[in-house]
């Protein structure tokens, strides 16, 4: 009999320099240039299923980039089934963003691997994929059946990915689904999120004069676009952190004591992180919220990016004809997105000053998700972290959003399990994103702990 | 004896082809890359001189781009002396930016033609040169010295002219100087300004958290630098549209009811042009002032453009760590550029929230100026836009700026003219920038008449 988690240690040489080649191929999701690399990215991942045993590896075909699937059912029917979701798309990455390196060709320094991707959320497909390959190399075989499904399109909100879940649910059938994604509270201190926010990602584009003018000849007579959005913008928090939408809040569950104080063990881990990534002069929001329930529990409203007039190196004195903002909600439980987005809709219309127009256009969708902290599954995967990390894990609500999660909770009737070996310090979507190598092989680790959990029948 | 107006009518063609040859050539002072272009201007500027029969023609270094000179003093010491100014330089312009053909290459369509800095203000620059070279081609020879500077960094405020005026007294000496730029009231109705605004510009940055964070991990506890910049913005105005930093108004001078019944008879022009060119939903601005006295006698603060975080085709959830904004304001006689920049520079620090950090940078200053609009200078100049165009000019305050005006002015001690012969629905500074040719011939039909009237000693 060899161990698992033996085969994994003696291989991880081999695993990092297979997580290198996929963090080389830039599946940007986002980017309509980068079709063709996010295809490339399922190719490599469908032949590496094949290559260490998963059946009906494949690369699925949809409407966007493709879904990669692979299982292993050779437990039987008796032993219990893990399904696993990652995503193997990644946000855009420019060298002039800050990157210190091309974000495409990964650098191991001081025990990290930089690359876009490094940590969300590459390192985690090919922790689960390395977990099964070690798991499948050894022998006896588990009793344990496998299901891998990598997403192409989280990024994206899983424009497709839905659909497919609905449609397939025999092929999804589970008894746990685990979605490895996001952030522990620190290096050493392993999390266990149980919610995770929604997002609804919109634009706003306000449009002022015909074309654009001589600041000269117009200025004083026209409201600068610039102006206009800046005056809707900020219109649209109170003063307080709170955003100003009428019913934002509504359907926001509200936070019982209990749960408040199962939040605040975590609360210490937090605020640190945040002095040492966040680093802004002073934190903001909403006051009446610790920092831990502000990035959990409440939802926001972000602005992402705004454009308008001349902002290049020299100075160019024009009025501009327009101007334009990327804003995006991130939802908690209960939220609707598409009742959010026409919420704020209808205010920003309701505030735009007459002597502009706007325009708000709908981007993309997710919904929130949540768990429960106290199911036999979730347990088992706290019980894993302890195994692999030396400590129990806290129980999180992540800021972040995987938009499936939902709907695989909803289609396939199984408990959910958050697992992730990501710290929020590793530069998710920011330039000289990395992952440390440690933490990755202990995900690994934990991983195999839980399926060794799992396969002893405790779900049941 | 030969007219030199028909010497300009039969040469009407050619010079046609001689402004599109010097349209060809991308003079964009404000980005370091056409450094060689805006050479090369100077440069086909001092051969035509030279060509026509000017003396001393040459491109002067300065610490930015070349001055253009040249002078016919055969008329000697007893005649008068015109010193004419014009600018070479452009501002930028890109095919992306809603050009329907390429900005540097001219077009010429129903009359007009297309090209940046056609009427901003190369058909300035050119009416002054073919005005000189018709003068000089026929006998008898004219009664009037002239003396041409062509300026190559106008769109840059004007960096090394007001060094070089202060030191070239003698050279520049002249008993009127004839500043050539900017717009009649329409195409057909002449307009003589005896106001142009001065500016100050400056940049605004604000710095939130240390790097671009993922806007799910930190979202509701960090200040979003774009929001904070916005809420900036926001205050820099009242409602009422007047500018809210604390003594921006104190030195303007007030409007006396003689010179507000003045403007007023530009008014329906400059109405009529806000609703053909403008074309906002509605004005906007101060109330207590009409859209004449908005454009010209009002000071102004104005977004010239604005840049932060993810704003490209697509999505990325961000929170940006930094934002930009480009500001100018347009002042008006007896306002500093200088005091203008401290007051709003100290009043934006005021109102930078603690969560944030803002930097304010100067970029570029110039004074307003005035001049005496019952001056026999500009008499003449209205005697010969009368002759030229067949109707009485209005007299305007404009609302661009030609930043050496008041070097000339104080340095030179003569009376200022303005002359111009574009029109605000030229494109200016916008795409799309185009010249009426008729407009432009009549401009070289006025220049004539004035160094006619001139030549008879009327100055005197």
Redesign the interface.
Known sequence: MTNPHDYAHENARRFQEELKELLRIPSVS???QHKGDVRRAADWLVADMQRIGLERAEAIATAGHPIVYGEWMGAGESAPTVLAYCHYDV??AEIA??WETDPFEPVERDGKIYARGAV?SKSHVMAQLKAAESLLAVSPKPNVNIKLLFEGEEE?SSANLAAFVASSRERLKADVCVICDG?MADREQPALPYAL?G?V?MEVEVF?????????????????P??A???I??R??HPN?SVAAPGFYDDVLPLDAEERAALEKALPWIETE?QA??????????SAYN?HE??GA?P?L????????????????????R????I?C?LVPNQKPERIFELVRNYIRQITP????SEIRL??VGDPVMTDRNSPAVQAAANAYEKAWGKRPFFTR????VPISLDLQRELGVPLVFMAFGY?GC??????EHVYLDMWHKGIDTILYFYDDISRGNLR
Do not use: C, M
């Not at 101007?323 to 990327?326: G, P, Q, S, T, Y």
């Not at 007459?354 to 127009?357: A, G, I, M, W």
């Open positions: 986002t980017l309509p946000q855009p963003d800050g969300d994206t952030s926010r997002i990602a002022g004069p015909r074309q654009d003018l001589h600041s000269g000849h117009y200025g004083g007579t026209v409201h600068n610039v102006q959005l800046a005056e913008i900020t649209l928090h952190g945040w990534v966040a680093a802004a002069p002073q934190p903001w929001g909403e920092l502000r990035i409440r926001t972000e602005i992402n990016g705004i454009t308008g007039g001349f902002a290049a190196e020299g100075f160019k004195t024009v009025l501009p004809a101007a334009l903002a990327k995006s991130r007459p002597t502009v127009r981007h993309s992540e800021g972040g959003s929020k530069g998710a979507h920011g330039p000289n």
